[in-house]
């Protein structure tokens, strides 16, 4: 599966230079042997056991060199003819699970950041089928070797990944075939989700998302509509207009659709109705409520990586044969405290009706998803789920830190659902309660609602503002403002934008159920 030039697009304004072209695909292939052009090969090694006999060290040697087969762990092994060899730990080997297995593919790649054609040996799982395995060892390969490059105008000393190779000695290698593929097109998501938040926000405006939006729609199967701002007037979209109103850059709420279809390109009947609603606030700089002259606003062209994860994971549906229909919404704007810019005290009237008293313009993010989420609850047929994604509080980042992202809803089968693809992606979601005891906190003295809370439990308040606007649709909110970015290199996550929920969305749609509807956490 192939993307359009998603390099080439947000640089053109400054170099269309074809040395800034997008780099070519990692080929993927699973082998009974070695091949003889690898430059590197990963051979796993676990904690007990007998060391592989190809690494030519005993138990002892590694240890002397630091090397204990943990998760994480590896160990370069020069030789003077072929392939370098890297020991990678996969720890226990009978507690080895898909999420520990794709670390330790990851640790693998970063040990082999010189070759631009690595092999691995295959690695069985106690439980789970050789795909399994197969997808884990080819999204830890290739999203560690992930770099955003197309601005670089220096070289690199780590080149691009041109060819990985999965070798299965025994056991038919054609059981590995189905993995690579998933891999492949859950990696490329990623990949685009983080291109995208890594872009700076004067190359990809909510105009150039759009466009790049219209190009992957047309290859990957999906029905685009793209309302601007006279549209959106006409909309009654006061939060997407009001957040804009202080950018020279003018807002774009991209809807994207997903209908399932046989080989034919016939109609089938779906499994359920979701929509997506994805937080796109390409710069944040906080408005009126302007934030503070650090280093979190060089992070802030990243304030739309949830928009990013809803198209990422949209433009996998049609390769993965998704039989749920989907609808996505990115709300695409820049905050920016221009003369024009909305003020604290002003009243923004969302779609639908509902007024709401700013008194923070750097809550932002909620604004513009309130009008997302009531087109979501307008649709026809009715859906039988609305999830947003958004990298929405601080308070959420603080509470659970960098590693998992927070998750609230209304409907605990559907927070379930999502638990689980977390659980599955390794990106990993933690519930916090929907505590309606802090709902009289929104309340305000001249509008229905305002858009902060009190100082405390912010992202309980934030979500606390969005279930006001999904009617009784069964509805989870999922927090990425702790993993939407990485200040280091740690196991699949690169420095910089991770993609945090993009292949959690993918497992999500692709597994989806509709939960029953009866039934509510009040």
């Known amino acids: 599966m192939s993307f359009p ?29 070695v091949p003889v052009d690898a430059g590197a090969l990963g051979i796993p090694v676990a904690t007990e056991g007998d060391v592989p006999g190809p690494l030519g060290l005993d138990r002892a040697a590694l240890r002397a060199a630091g090397f204990d087969g943990n998760v994480g762990q590896a160990l370069v092994v020069p030789r003077a003819e072929g392939p370098a060899l890297v020991a990678f730990g996969i720890g226990d080997a009978g507690a080895l699970d898909v999420a520990k297995l794709r670390d330790a593919a990851a640790a693998f790649a970063r040990a082999a950041s010189r070759s631009r054609h690595v092999a691995v040996t295959f690695v069985d799982l106690p439980s789970g ?131 399932p279809r046989n080989a034919r390109g016939e109609p089938i009947a ?33 304030d739309m990586s949830g928009a990013s994860a809803v198209l990422a994971a949209m433009t996998t549906l049609k390769a ?92 605990q089968a559907l927070v379930d659902q999502v638990i689980a693809a977390g659980n599955k992606s390794d990106e990993t979601v933690w519930q916090l309660p929907l505590d309606r005891r802090y709902r009289k906190e929104l309340d305000s003295e001249i509008a229905d609602m305002k858009n902060v809370g009190g100082d405390n439990a912010g992202a309980i308040t934030a979500a606390l503002f969005l279930e006001e606007f999904v009617a009784d649709i069964p509805w989870a909110h999922i927090d990425i403002a702790g993993t939407a970015r990485s200040e280091t290199d740690e196991s699949w996550r690169s420095k910089g934008a991770t993609g945090y929920g993009a292949r959690l969305l993918i497992d999500l749609l692709t597994r989806f159920a509709p939960p029953d509807q009866t039934v509510r956490q009040r």
């Open 5 to 33: 030039s998603l390099h080439a697009s947000v640089q053109a304004d400054v170099d269309p230079a074809p040395s800034l072209a997008k780099p070519p695909t990692t080929k993927l292939e699973a082998a009974a042997t």
């Open 129 to 259: 089928s050789p795909d399994v395995a197969a997808q884990a060892i080819v999204e830890g390969v290739l999203l560690a070797r992930y770099r955003y490059l197309p601005l670089k105008r220096t070289t690199t000393p780590e080149p691009l990944l041109e060819k990985l190779t999965i070798v299965r000695a025994s056991g038919p290698v054609k059981d590995l075939e189905p993995g690579l593929v998933r891999g492949g097109v859950t990696h490329r998501a990623t990949a685009l989700s983080r291109d995208l938040a890594n872009a700076p926000a004067t190359l990809l405006t909510a105009r150039k998302l759009a466009a790049i939006a219209q190009d992957l729609a047309a290859e990957c199967g999906l029905e685009i509509e793209v309302f601007d701002e006279q549209e959106l007037a006409k909309l009654g979209c006061g939060g997407m207009l009001g957040v804009n109103a202080g950018s020279a850059e003018p807002p774009r709420l991209i809807r994207l659709t997903y209908r």
């Open 270 to 302: 779906t499994t359920g109705r979701i929509a997506l609603v994805g937080k796109g606030i390409m710069y944040d700089s906080g408005g009126i409520s302007l934030k503070p002259n650090d280093l979190i606003h060089a992070t802030m062209k990243g």
């Open 320 to 411: 993965l044969g998704c039989k749920a229909e989907v609808t996505g919404y990115l709300m695409c704007t820049d905050n920016m405290p221009g003369g024009n810019a909305m003020k604290l005290g002003d009243v923004l009237t969302i779609r639908g009706g509902t007024t709401i008293e700013v008194m923070n313009t750097d809550a932002e993010g909620r604004l513009v998803l309130a009008d997302g989420l009531v087109m979501a609850t307008e649709q026809e047929p009715a859906l039988d789920a609305i999830v947003d994604i958004a990298t929405l509080t601080g308070a959420c980042q603080r509470a659970l830190g960098v590693a998992s992202a927070g998750v609230i809803g209304n409907h």
